[in-house]
């Protein structure tokens, strides 16, 4: 995917088109796990629409629950759903600085083949 630490830095435009592409996947990871969470607090946690779009992005943002969930089902999707969110926030984080943190490597790397023991 990315570029070999022999090859060239790429262009800026190529960087900028990558770093797009990365932030589409991480949009993507984080709608359809918004989603998820949407449905399952309307359908599982017995909520209306706005209260389950409310929970779900609270959940999703680190920000905790808005509505107490009354039955057992609930409290364990409830559960789960945060422990998947705090695993899909440092997956998104990953997702957006690995070009970032590639090209700095990249550009910064120190040892040549001679070099090395």
Known sequence: MFEHHRQ??????????????????????IAGSLFMGVLGYRFIGGLGWVDAIENAAMILGGMGPTSPMTTNAAKLFAACYALFSGIVFLVGVAVLLAPVLHRFMHRFHLGDDDTRA
């Open 8 to 29: 060239p830095l790429v262009p800026r435009r190529v960087f900028l088109r990558r770093l797009l592409r990365h932030g589409g996947i991480a949009l993507a990871l």
